[in-house]
């Protein structure tokens, strides 16, 4: 079965620098991977997905992500964070050989952006 | 999101009592989940449901049963409701074509 590990429970960071979110996933022959973000008392919302193609995925918000198959990684960064970014985000992985999703998630990453 | 809807958001309830969490969808889709959030464990899948009647067990399921029958409403039922079930329950949608769910807003269960 599928796994996801977010090493980092919590991240702080300043203002306008950059942050970048880790994510590895149990290895698989073909996975679709995704990022979601939640802000406080909201349900999860899609910022990113990989499923084929280009290895760099842009997404919402001017967060984007690379798959590296080799690393089993599917990091999120961005450049320049906002006070705004200050969310939950889950990295979460579907095996792209079970026909549908069925999304497994990682325990979540809180992302902390002070002044 | 519009199209799915969670009810109710909040609810305190007693141990050992029944309760059951409605959520409904207005896009069609073939695909509902239901999940629970814990701090430290993430998501985890509870049942979903690939169409009408037809319902499977996800991670963790003891406790809790589901039932669909009807395309745009899915019910989540704990049959005996106990503390280890406090937790916040997401319901989600997808449709085949692998673009990630659409997740309803939540309802925090509260069993004392």
């Known amino acids: 079965a599928q796994s996801v590990t977010q090493l980092d429970s919590q991240v702080p960071v300043f203002e306008e620098a950059p942050v970048e979110l880790r994510c590895n996933y149990s290895s698989s022959v073909s996975v679709y991977l995704f990022w979601y973000v939640q802000y406080p008392n909201q349900g999860l919302q899609l910022l990113l997905k990989y499923l084929s193609g280009s290895t760099l995925v842009k997404g919402i918000n001017g967060f984007e992500a690379e798959f590296n198959k080799s690393q089993t990684s599917f990091h999120l960064r961005k450049p320049s964070v906002h006070i705004s970014d200050t969310a939950e985000y889950f990295c979460?992985?579907?095996?792209?050989?079970?026909?549908?999703?069925?999304?497994?998630f990682g325990t979540g990453t809180r992302l902390l952006v002070s002044p | 999101d519009a199209g799915i809807t969670q009810s109710p958001r909040h609810k305190v309830t007693e141990t050992g009592t029944p309760v059951t969490l409605r959520c409904h969808q207005t896009e069609n889709h073939r695909y509902m989940y239901w999940y629970r959030q814990d701090p430290g464990h993430g998501l985890r899948l509870i049942h979903y449901?690939?169409?009408?009647?037809?319902?499977d067990k996800g991670e963790v399921s003891d406790g809790y049963s589901v039932s669909r029958s009807k395309t745009e409403d899915f019910l989540l039922t704990l049959e005996s409701a106990t503390s280890s079930q406090t937790s916040v329950y997401f319901c989600a949608i997808s449709n085949r074509d692998i673009q990630g769910y659409t997740f309803g807003s939540g309802t925090r269960l509260t069993v004392v």
């Open positions: 449901s690939y169409g009408v009647k037809d319902t």
């Open positions: 979460a992985v579907s095996d792209g050989n079970t026909g549908f999703q069925k999304l497994v």
